[in-house]
């Protein structure tokens, strides 16, 4: 079992750069791949970015490529997600989720949640 916490929200301008943080118990961090996702009022949680166990491989949503950066810290049980050129779009509340083993890019294949963050990003 493994218990998500998510930090680092807030209100930025368009443009901006925020780093949003997740924060993992449990001693089989590493046993599991680890996603980003976000859900804006009225809209389907939505795949951002994932990361592999080793953190050797990366995927992330086009509509965040080039921008959003997700990496993690084995040895601290933290994931994150590195977001610059922030648009007024990029506004929704972000979760952090846990997948053993593998990485998806489906919200329904993780069982594991933090509570998420809210991201604000003003024009």
């Known amino acids: 079992q493994v218990q998500l916490v998510n930090s680092g929200g807030g209100l930025v301008q368009a443009g901006g750069s925020l780093r949003l943080s997740c924060a993992a118990s449990?001693?089989?961090?590493?046993?599991?791949?680890m996603g980003w996702f976000r859900q804006a009022p009225g809209k389907e949680r939505e795949f951002v970015a994932a990361?592999?166990?080793?953190?050797?491989?990366?995927y992330t949503a086009d509509s965040v490529k080039g921008r959003f950066t997700i990496s993690r810290d084995n040895a601290k049980n933290s994931v994150y997600l590195q977001m610059t050129s922030l648009k007024p779009e990029d506004t929704a509340v972000y979760y952090c989720?846990?997948?053993?083993?593998?990485?998806?890019?489906?919200?329904?294949?993780?069982?594991?949640w933090g509570q998420g963050t809210q991201v604000t990003v003003s024009s």
């Open positions: 989720a846990a997948r053993y083993y593998t990485y998806s890019y489906a919200v329904k294949e993780y069982g594991h």
């Open positions: 990361i592999s166990r080793s953190g050797g491989s990366t």
């Open positions: 449990g001693r089989t961090f590493s046993s599991y791949a």
